[in-house]
């Protein structure tokens, strides 16, 4: 059973940067998604296990960074130029096999979730 645990989260002013861990064992690409009050739960990128090609929902692209470091189990979610509408709580989760990389149904496992919250 793979293991994940976000770290990193806070309060930061609209147009600076944080950067979330997540701790994660075993050989899995791993997504990361954020749900706000009142919303669904919303793709925000993916790390692939092998070879590390990443991809974002539209609305972070260009902010937003994904690497990891397969010999640390980690992986990061660098986020830049952070806007009042990125709050929420996110999460990283275990790809399965499943649907499809940016639906949270195709995702196995999760980790409980660390928020951030941008102030305008």
């Known amino acids: 059973q793979v293991q994940l645990k976000e770290s990193g989260g806070g309060l930061v002013q609209a147009g600076g940067s944080l950067r979330l861990s997540c701790a994660a064992s075993?050989?899995?690409?791993i997504g990361w998604f954020r749900q706000a009050p009142g919303k669904e739960r919303e793709f925000v990128g993916l790390v692939r296990w092998s070879g590390g090609s990443t991809y974002y929902a539209d609305s972070v692209k260009g902010r937003f960074i994904i690497s990891r470091d397969n010999a640390k189990n980690m992986v990061y979610l660098q986020m830049n130029s952070l806007k009042p509408e990125d709050t929420a709580v996110y999460y990283c989760a275990a790809r399965g096999v499943r649907d499809t990389y940016d639906s949270p149904s195709g995702y196995d496992s999760w980790g409980q979730g660390t928020q951030v919250t941008v102030s305008s």
């Open positions: 075993g050989r899995y690409s």
